[in-house]
């Protein structure tokens, strides 16, 4: 089954308000076997909206419309809709008293624009909407089904999982579909792609693998279609387990993982502590750790030297390695990262220093140089990396590459440990 999403309204077009209807239902759809063909926005203008339904028509067979049904003249979702089905309105008596008793515990006198709310269609199902007082209607022309919603988030949502999925599935248009997401870091998705050429091209023709990067890392989902979701959980398990031995070193989570959850779980686990000594990434890592809830399990704190004064006085750096090296350098890190586990007394430690940019490069440190120094209870490790011109990705990826030093290392260490 195929599906387009259409949103009306100006404000969208503008770009005064974001459109996170579209992405809301697309998941939605799409965990339920349901392919989005198409996303479409238009202007508040009855011409425009009927073309985008006959086109919307010509293409899929579920069509999705948010918009245009609130009580003011600039709502004209309604009329366009009796138009296209060549209809007139009537009013629901139903979701007239829903609006009346709505309104009237808010306080609100009643006018005949309130009234009018209640107004639909005659060719359509009412759908009702437990939020708010326009509701959802639900059109069916051949083989096509139209519903068309509010624009408000809340009162959308609340009319997708209360009438329309439900109702799909009673009709048998919804299919079982399975995701598993794999989170890879530290290999270009180019070389990603070649290593697990022969992996894909075995897999079956109802999974479906797609590569979903970003500056930070790769995401890799697979999707499995069909009608047993015990069978379909079972296959794409099994492929996950296929990857794990393929690239043992490049995942680190799965679906909504983080880098910096996934080190907080290991350090739990061992019974660790981390604290932070960042000067290029100006406290962002330790942002990282304590916007998860409950992490004052593992990480103690950290220290932002972003000036020399600040890695002599709190972390104990040299003013003869400074003045040898440089603050950007192996020795400023490696010491830095001992100042801190010392000062914060804790078994972990990460430090940062480099160069974010756009200014402040040279010929043999330019911009995106990066020093990474993390040490555990066995291993101080200390890597360079020059990353990007862009500041705000340096310091992102600065972060995250810290992290995942961190994380290798608490592996390491722990499998260390259990010999």
Known sequence: MKAEIITIGDEILIGQI???????????????????????SVHDDHEHILRAF??????????????????????????????????????????????IERLSKRNVTINQLNKDQALVPDVCTVLQNSNGTAPGMWFEKDDTIFVSMP?????????????????LR?????????????????????????????????????????YLPNQLMIRLRLSAYGNDMEELKALVDQKVRELEQL???????????????????????????????????????????????????????????????????????????????????????????QGVKK?????YGIATTGIAGPDGGSADKPVGTVWIAVSGKQETVVERFVFHHNRERNIQRSSQTALNMLR????????????
């Open 343 to 347: 000062a914060l007394n804790t078994d």
């Open 408 to 419: 290798q290392l608490l592996i390491s260490e722990m499998k260390s440990e259990l010999k």
């Open 151 to 167: 624009g408000v988030p809340f009162e959308m949502q609340g009319i997708m999982v209360e009438e329309v999925l439900p109702r």
């Open 54 to 99: 006959a086109d919307a028509e010509s293409r899929a067979d579920l069509i999705l419309i948010t918009g245009g049904l609130g009580p003011t003249k600039d709502d004209i979702t309604k009329k366009a809709l009796c138009d296209y089905f060549q209809c007139g309105m009537h009013r629901d008596e139903k979701t007239l008293q829903q609006v």
């Open 247 to 337: 690239i043992p070193n490049n995942i680190f989570g799965y679906n909504n993982d983080t880098i910096s959850g996934i080190t907080g779980k290991l350090l739990q686990k061992t019974g660790s502590f981390v604290a932070t000594a960042e000067s290029c990434t100006g406290g962002n890592i330790a942002h990282l750790y304590t916007e998860i809830p409950g992490s004052s399990a593992y990480f103690r704190g950290g220290v932002v030297a972003y000036s020399n004064e600040v890695k002599m006085a709190a972390l104990g750096v040299k003013p003869e390695t400074l003045e040898a090296h440089g603050a950007v350098s192996r020795e400023t890190a490696l010491e830095m990262v």
């Open 170 to 210: 009673k009709n048998g248009k919804l299919k079982s579909i399975y995701h598993q997401t794999v989170l890879v870091y530290g290999i270009p998705e180019s070389m990603l792609a070649e290593q697990l050429d022969e992996w894909e091209s075995a897999l079956p023709s109802f999974v479906k693998l797609a």
């Open 18 to 40: 974001v459109d996170t209807n579209s992405a809301w239902m697309a998941e939605q759809l799409n965990l339920n076997g349901i392919e989005v063909y198409q996303v479409t």
